[in-house]
């Protein structure tokens, strides 16, 4: 069993409210030990901030990698650091900000 999950991880962002936004995210740079740039990897936004996303992946990613992150419609690309991260067998469960504001991207109501 997980012990460990997006939900779990959730819970250090108070305003983070559940979505489910298919992304493919490239990681570009940042942390050195994650390998190099270029990595890609489809992924499910599984909850969100004005200013955070909050996701589970494959990928090994580290504490201050740069991301960008795309949606299939294109209203949703940008580019994120990782700012908080669980390792988990098989999974990377990430928290990422992003580098500049996107206005609108998750409604609340």
Same mark, same amino acid.
Request: aromatic fraction near 12%; proline fraction near 9%; hydrophobic fraction near 40%.
């Given at each position: 069993m997980q012990t460990s999950t997006v939900a779990e991880l959730a819970?250090?962002?108070p305003e983070a409210t559940?979505?489910?936004?298919?992304?493919?995210?490239?990681?570009?740079?940042?942390?050195?030990a994650a390998g190099? &740039? %270029?990595?890609?990897e489809s992924t499910v936004?599984?909850?969100?901030?004005?200013?955070?996303v909050l996701f589970?992946?494959?990928?090994?990613l580290e504490?201050?990698?740069v991301l960008r992150l795309r949606n299939s419609d294109g209203s949703l690309d940008t580019?994120?650091?990782?700012?908080?991260?669980?390792?988990? &067998? %098989?999974a990377t469960i990430?928290?990422?900000?992003?580098?500049?504001s996107v206005p609108n991207w998750i409604v609340k109501p």
């Open positions: 819970r250090f962002f559940p979505v489910r936004i298919p992304v493919q995210f490239t990681r570009t740079g940042g942390g050195e190099i &740039p %270029g990595i890609q936004i599984e909850f969100g901030t004005s200013r955070e589970s992946c494959t990928t090994p504490f201050a990698d580019e994120a650091s990782v700012v908080a991260v669980q390792y988990q &067998p %098989g990430v928290a990422a900000r992003f580098l500049t």
